[in-house]
């Protein structure tokens, strides 16, 4: 038993060294001035925004999108993807009075979901470049033409990704955690990855992509849930980067009521255990930069959670005084470790987000033992549902998240 403990702690050591190397890599890429190239040309791009019943957030996003700048052909389409409320309507009167707005119906069609829907819009549009935003979506006016700037400047580059910020932090303390897990987890992990490794990852949201390098790819895979991870992987196996633009930046609603924020992680876990069921009989997900993603897959959804609960049982029936083996300083040691490295990361966050600020600070001390143990509670909950679904043979369908109506960024 002790031998066994003692290989787990060595492993939490290790990922946790990892991990604060890549937030230290990912402050200093935050933080290191970079030169601004304006190009000669600036190629085409098309915005394809999947939409279904958006009527309460597709205002907004059009607003946003209408007032991007941007020095070449910027064409915007909304994929109706089958809305039954006002959202054709919208985009429609959008469409009257900004030329580069087009309203575009999708057909209906299986497996549903964004894949799918994307598929078609890159079938009946034309670019050299396209551009996927989610319907509650407000990019700032400069993003587009950095992605593309960076993109076009990046030696194999099959695109670029930017940093995807919470419109409606300030709306309860659900959305001020997810704001603070995006600005960590979302962006310096990511701004590190890439600094270090040169790997960057498509955030399903504000992330270009060249249309040649696409249909290299075949396209979206429809089953593919989460679709953004799914094609980091063969991207990356083609031997293309991703560079990880963080002065690109949207604003995105995030879910306001737990029941919401479970069923969308659920959808995010449930996409991320096929792509670990691909990569285990697909050789080249396991070669080149392609293997960190791989590996990453494998820590976060096997080694890491079996190594968590391992610790979090262990630690309860340490409080009922179950007779352990006699190693409680190091295990304590590690608990009160990984406290303070998590706790470093959001405060490093913070900082460089500037939303520095008493509430958050609290906000981000009590992360540890609420929001960031749901990992453990939504995880066993996916595993089973795609296990489950596996054994009966039946295709799991895309579940929409549920807009709120908010407010402009």
């Known amino acids: 038993m002790k031998i066994a403990l003692l290989i787990v702690m060595s492993f939490f050591w290790l990922l ?13 890429h935050r933080i290191k001035q970079k030169e601004k190239v304006p190009l000669d040309h600036y190629p085409s791009v098309a915005i394809l925004i999947p939409a ?15 007032q991007l700048n941007y020095p070449g052909q910027l064409d915007i389409y909304v994929l109706d993807d089958a809305s039954e409320d006002e959202t054709a309507a919208i985009v429609r009167s959008y469409e009257q009075i900004f030329k580069r707005i087009h309203y575009v119906k999708v057909p209906p069609g299986s497996p549903k979901g ?8 890159l079938s009946v549009t034309e670019s050299d470049y396209f551009l996927v935003y989610d319907a509650d979506n407000q990019p700032e006016e400069d993003a587009v033409k950095i992605l593309v700037e960076t993109a076009e400047t990046t030696p194999k580059a099959a695109g670029a990704v930017g940093y995807v910020k919470t419109v409606n932090a300030n709306k309860n303390l659900l ?15 990511q701004s590190g990855r890439w600094l270090l490794f040169k790997i ?25 849930l989460a679709e953004d991870s799914e094609l980091t992987m063969r991207i990356t196996a083609a031997g293309y980067l991703i560079p990880v633009v963080p002065e690109a930046r949207t604003w995105e609603q995030e879910p306001e009521s737990m029941k919401v924020f479970i069923r969308q992680r659920t959808r995010w876990l449930i996409g991320n255990i096929y792509i670990l069921e691909k990569s285990l009989y ?28 391992f610790s979090n049982v262990w630690f309860v029936l340490s409080l009922f005084g179950m007779d352990l083996p006699d190693i409680a300083s190091p295990l304590l040691m590690f608990w009160f470790m ?72």
């Open 338 to 409: 990984s406290y303070i490295v998590y706790s470093l990361q959001i405060l490093g966050g913070m900082v460089l987000d500037r939303t520095t600020s008493p509430y958050n600070i609290f906000v981000g001390v009590i992360m540890y033992f609420t929001y960031a143990q749901l990992f453990l509670i939504l995880l066993v909950k996916s595993l089973y549902s795609y296990v489950w679904n596996r054994i009966r043979n039946k295709t799991i369908e895309w579940d929409k998240t549920r807009r709120f109506k908010g407010e402009q960024m």
């Open 175 to 189: 959305t001020r955690m997810i704001a603070i897990e995006f600005q960590v987890f979302q962006l310096l992990m």
């Open 16 to 28: 946790l060294i990892y991990y604060s190397v890549l937030a230290i890599a990912g402050v200093y």
């Open 52 to 66: 279904h019943n958006e009527g309460v957030v597709i205002s907004d996003t059009l607003h946003a999108m209408s």
């Open 282 to 309: 697909n050789l080249k997900f396991w070669r080149g930069k392609t293997f960190f993603h791989t590996f990453q897959h494998l820590l976060t959804y096997l080694f890491f959670t079996v190594f968590l609960l």
């Open 200 to 224: 960057g990852t498509l955030a399903g949201t504000n992330m270009l992509l060249r249309r040649s390098i696409l249909d290299e790819m075949g396209g979206y895979d429809p089953y593919a």
């Open 114 to 121: 964004k894949s799918r829907v994307l598929n078609y819009g």
